[in-house]
């Protein structure tokens, strides 16, 4: 029994162990995909003027929700030690990354003593998913992971689980005093500053954890103290105004429409935790991860029904909460033989959710290498804008579209217009008419110059058959037929 036993702890926490130095190996690599060339930018703005950085993707004088705690530890990396924004974007992988594991660890502990629940809950925030791969910033599938490791949500994430943990013993202790309230409400605020919206799901669970708690009025007052502290953190942040991100909208919702369609693809394993989320409740209707799910469920479904999709952003909170139930419920069960049977679908849910995402050790191993049915699952990161740096310069102006608009600011230039929807760019929608005007044909070569000249561009990155336009120059070549110009007055 014992050896059984032993085998069981053992088993989940040399998984959760691989899957952590899968992760690290994939720092090393750091795929590009998504918003890395956003958060590379933001880093070097903060490199060269930490106090004054201006938009981290255009010549614009304007405050960016960017520029947030953790980016600015990370741009004082960047100037003191002056390695590559890659490089610091490593180094901060790796805390996030550590943050995070530590941060399911202690989470895990204030559910469950079992030695193996924390491993195991590793295991299910990374492959009970579903069957679909999905890639978002703030998911914690090991596909997005992967790719977003080196972002503030995975950093965000971590701290939210501290915070939790944090939290569950401060409602527990009666002594716990203003001093630790204070310290969680500016631990919040900080969340909330570095992801906006994995700081909405920190704040969902940490009113599921104090609602579990059913605690006095004393604890309520504490709660409401460090609420307090935490706003005036948020409201003396001077990099952006926190609270005008309440009226972004438009383009924040169409953007986030995507997170409803495939619901049951990318999400149908989750429905394990559900039916443990379902024995929780049966057993205690005040239980902590079944108010957390309830929350979350609520934020979402109300999101979808309104139109206003950036709420789905808060489905990690409904996810979280079920993975987490279903690793505790299963080794708390352990010992029972009608439970084992869980155990064993569960085990067969994670295979399944494994073998959905293989293809990530495609990140670490060369494709060549992998057997075709994994091959077959690996998905390539884009290729990188270097091979312009050799001409373009930090501070210099690159007219581009959309794609390469999201990478070319990593480099130090500027795009003309965003590649990411800006809602503290006043004239956004003038920058993006006028790059869609510049790219158009049947546009004159006389309003291309204007454009150009308005907007002090000297570089064009263009993709197909090389422009002979009338004041730029051919300077190289690049991936996927790519032109870089230079523009000459």
Known sequence: MRAALRRTTVVPQVAAALVVVLLLLVIV???????????????????????DPGNPLVDADTSSPYYSPWMLVLGCVARVTGVS??????????????LLVSGVWRYVRTLSAHRAAPALAVLCLVFLWGTSLFAW??????????????????????????????????????????????????????????????????????LATVVAAR??????????????????????????DFFALFGAGGELESV?????????????????????????????????????????????????????????????AVVIPAQVAAAVGVVEGWRGRRRGVGAVVLVGA??????????????VVPRGVLPGVVAEKYRAPWVGYHWVTPWVKYGDVVMARTVPARQIPAYGAYTVAPGYPD?????????????????????????????????RVRWVVDRGAVRRDAGLRVVAWGPGGQVLYEVVR
Do not use: K
């Open 29 to 51: 690599r750091l795929p590009w995909a998504g918003d890395l060339g956003m958060h590379a930018a933001t880093v070097e703005r903060l490199r060269h003027d930490l106090v």
């Open 85 to 98: 924004v890659f490089v610091v974007l490593r180094i901060g992988a790796v805390v996030g990354l550590g």
């Open 137 to 206: 910033s703030g998911f914690l599938g090991l596909n997005s992971l992967a790719l977003t490791v080196s972002y503030p949500s995975v950093f965000a994430l971590g701290l939210a689980f501290h915070f939790w943990a944090w939290l569950a013993g401060a409602v527990r202790e009666p002594a716990a005093g203003w001093g630790v309230w204070i310290g969680l409400g500016a631990l919040w605020a900080v969340i909330l500053l570095c992801h906006q919206f994995s700081g909405v799901v920190a704040s969902l669970g940490a």
């Open 215 to 240: 605690v006095g009025r004393r604890v309520w007052l504490r709660a409401a103290g460090g609420l307090a502290v935490g706003m005036v953190v948020l409201w003396g942040w001077p990099y952006y």
């Open 256 to 316: 986030h429409r995507g997170l409803y369609r495939d619901l049951v693809g990318r999400y149908w394993l989750v429905l394990l935790g559900v039916a443990a989320l379902g024995v929780r409740w049966w057993r205690d209707r005040w239980d902590p991860l079944v108010l957390f799910f309830a929350a979350g469920v609520v934020v979402v479904g109300v999101g979808g029904v309104s139109g206003h999709y950036s709420w789905g952003r808060a489905l990690p």
């Open 350 to 363: 994670l295979v399944v959710g494994a073998w959905t995402q293989v293809g990530t050790v495609g990140y």
């Open 423 to 455: 809602f503290f760019l006043p004239d956004e929608g003038r920058r993006v008419a006028a790059v869609r005007r510049y790219f158009a044909e049947g546009t004159s070569g006389g309003v291309r110059r204007g454009i150009a000249e308005a907007y």
